[in-house]
């Protein structure tokens, strides 16, 4: 069973910057497409970023779109994502997964999620 571990969370000033990790393990995470998700209480987890094994095809909700950086080290098995330029409305936890694509839209496969990691944009 594939697990999650996400890190790098804080606390940050609109402006500022923050990178979060995720390690997988339990799987061939370079086989893997991965993507970023976050939820706010009472909303749907959404997807932020996705990008396949080899990082040819990457996608980005609207809002983050030139503001974030998802990437990815296969030989740590881990995933990244570069925020910059927070916004309060960024304010969420962020989970990592591995993602699938249907008929032009991405979902989350693992029913299993990590404990996510908080970001908290605040000045």
């Known amino acids: 069973q594939v697990q999650f571990e996400e890190s790098g969370g804080g606390l940050v000033q609109p402006g500022e910057s923050l990178t979060l990790s995720c390690t997988v393990s339990?799987?061939?995470?370079?086989?893997?497409?991965m993507g970023w998700f976050r939820q706010v209480p009472g909303k749907e987890r959404e997807l932020v970023a996705t990008?396949?094994?080899?990082?040819?095809?990457?996608f980005y909700r609207d809002s983050v779109r030139g503001r974030f950086t998802i990437s990815r080290d296969n030989a740590k098995n881990t995933l990244y994502l570069q925020m910059n330029i927070v916004k309060p409305e960024d304010t969420a936890v962020y989970y990592c997964?591995?993602?699938?694509?249907?008929?032009?839209?991405?979902?989350?496969?693992?029913?299993?999620w990590g404990p996510g990691t908080q970001v908290t944009v605040s000045s």
């Open positions: 339990g799987g061939t995470f370079s086989s893997f497409r």
């Open positions: 990008m396949t094994m080899s990082g040819s095809n990457i």
């Open positions: 997964n591995t993602v699938n694509v249907r008929t032009g839209l991405y979902y989350p496969v693992s029913p299993s």
